[in-house]
């Protein structure tokens, strides 16, 4: 399994352990993703953990392998709902 953290940057990692994120499968972080970076990076990842990276519509199609958004924020309003719940794709918070 492919885990995707496309801007780490964005929270503060003094408090979060990624030790049990680790232990899924293979989890690649980068401190920060613009739009036109986000498919490259995360083209082959089953899971994208992500706070401000914008999860429209267009870039979840892109991307066949994705199975779960999982935003570490209180609020979805970057990730396309409709749409991800449409494909099958789950959209959680980071407990």
Same mark, same amino acid.
């Given at each position: 399994?492919?885990?995707?953290?496309?801007?780490?940057?964005?929270?503060?990692?003094?408090?979060?352990?990624?030790?049990?994120?680790?232990?899924?499968?293979?989890?690649? =972080?980068?401190?920060? !993703?613009? %739009?036109?970076? $986000?498919?490259?990076?995360?083209?082959?990842?089953?899971? +994208?953990?992500?706070?401000?990276?914008?999860?429209?519509?267009?870039?979840?199609?892109?991307?066949?392998?994705?199975?779960?958004? =999982?935003?570490?924020? !209180?609020? %979805?309003?970057? $990730?396309?709902?409709?749409?991800?719940?449409?494909?099958? +794709?789950?959209?959680?918070?980071?407990?």
């Amino acid at each position: 399994m492919k885990i995707t953290f496309p801007d780490r940057a964005t929270i503060d990692m003094n408090d979060i352990n990624f030790s049990s994120v680790e232990s899924c499968g293979h989890f690649t =972080s980068f401190p920060e !993703t613009s %739009y036109e970076e $986000v498919f490259e990076r995360c083209k082959d990842s089953d899971i +994208i953990i992500a706070n401000k990276v914008k999860m429209n519509q267009a870039l979840i199609e892109s991307l066949p392998k994705l199975k779960m958004i =999982s935003v570490i924020a !209180t609020g %979805y309003n970057n $990730v396309d709902l409709d749409y991800a719940g449409k494909k099958g +794709i789950t959209v959680c918070n980071v407990p």
